[in-house]
């Protein structure tokens, strides 16, 4: 059971880490957008 949850919150961070790469390169897009 221990290992279940290990595993549920190994994949929650994954999706988080996902995200926020997502969320930076989203940002990088709107900053070049703006200087060009």
């Known amino acids: 059971m221990r290992n279940l949850t290990v595993e549920h919150e ?3 961070w994954q999706e988080t880490l996902k995200n926020l ?4 390169c989203t ?10």
Not at 21 to 24: C, D, G, I, L, Q
């Open 27 to 36: 940002l990088k897009n709107m900053v070049y957008g703006e200087k060009r």
């Open 10 to 12: 190994h994949g929650i």
């Open 21 to 24: 790469e997502n969320e930076k």
